[in-house]
């Protein structure tokens, strides 16, 4: 065999842009193997719907994903326009679990922009309900401007682990802008 267990993807110089609204999407409780460098954008432009670089796990269930290697890897979300009925979303890394980066992987994921009138538009460089750093991991993280909210990092309810690696995170200008939140 190849030596990866099942649900496993080796990134290795992949270069991936696309016109969906998801530029990648992910099973539950996968393991991304990062070599080299990477780069997964979502270049899509909507005023309907919301927009990931790359989506990980399932609303139902367990949808952990583990981020690991040697390598870097970009990812961006799209853009949106949102006008007075609607606001949509854009993040960089949306995990439906927790997000856990090891061995010597860096992650940069930021949002697209999305210029709203509304009060339901959000930028998320990554939004993830728990996280995990360990090893010499790097996440940094940056969310762009909105007509409302912008997070650099939005961690959900199972929390954050920090034994190792760095983390940076800067927000975007916006009504209400945080480099990190949790809840």
Same mark, same amino acid.
């Given at each position: 065999g190849d030596g990866y267990d099942a649900n496993t993807l080796v990134m290795d110089g992949l270069f991936f842009e696309t016109?969906? *609204?998801? /530029?990648?999407?992910?099973?539950?409780?996968?393991t991304v193997v990062v070599k080299g460098e990477n780069r997964v954008a979502s270049q899509y432009a909507s005023n309907t719907s919301h927009t990931q670089g790359i989506y990980g796990g399932s609303s139902t269930g367990e949808s952990n994903i583990t981020f690991r290697g040697d390598g870097s890897l970009y990812v961006r979300g799209g853009q949106g326009m949102a006008g007075s009925?609607?606001?949509?979303?854009?993040?960089?890394?949306q995990i439906a679990g927790t997000l856990t980066l090891k061995e010597n992987v860096s992650i940069?994921? *930021?949002? /697209?922009?999305?210029?709203?009138?509304t009060v339901s538009s959000f930028t998320y460089g990554v939004d993830c309900k728990g996280l995990i750093l360990q090893d010499n991991a790097t996440l940094a993280a940056k969310s762009e401007d909105s007509g409302y909210l912008s997070t650099a990092v939005m961690i959900g309810a199972m929390g954050g682990e920090i034994s190792g690696g760095k983390l940076t995170a800067i927000a975007g200008n916006a009504t209400y802008a945080s480099a990190a939140q949790s809840g």
């Open positions: 016109g969906s *609204a998801t /530029g990648l999407k992910l099973p539950a409780n996968a009925d609607g606001g949509y979303n854009t993040t960089g890394l940069t994921a *930021a949002s /697209g922009t999305v210029r709203s009138i």
